[in-house]
Nanobody
């Protein structure tokens, strides 16, 4: 059974930084891409950033220049470095992994940015 476990969320002041991690375990077929999504209260889940196995990255416009996604293929782990955080970044952040067998989601980690 594939599991994704996020860590690194918490409470931070505006302008601060946090680093989220997502570790995958279980029998995992070829990973195509890993990504981070977020869902704020009363809003739909939205894409934050993705990175392919080959290292191609994509960011939401709202986080470009502030967030950096990276991955360790050998450890099946992805990271989201978040800097210059804003109150509007407050949300539950979910990691996602796409493989040739399907997509998997983590349970989410809360990020709260105070003004």
């Amino acid at each position: 059974q594939v599991q994704l476990v996020e860590s690194g969320g918490g409470l931070v002041q505006a302008g601060g930084s946090l680093r989220l991690s997502c570790a995958a375990s279980g029998i995992i077929s070829s990973i195509v891409a890993m990504g981070w999504y977020r869902q704020a209260p009363g809003k739909q889940r939205e894409l934050v950033a993705t990175i392919t196995r080959g290292g191609l990255v994509n960011y939401a416009d709202s986080v470009k220049g502030r967030f950096t996604i990276s991955r360790d293929n050998a450890r099946k782990t992805s990271y989201l470095q978040m800097s210059s955080l804003k109150p509007e970044d407050t949300a539950v952040y979910y990691c996602q992994m796409s493989t040739i067998m399907g997509a998997y989601w983590g349970q989410g980690t809360q990020v709260t940015v105070s003004s």
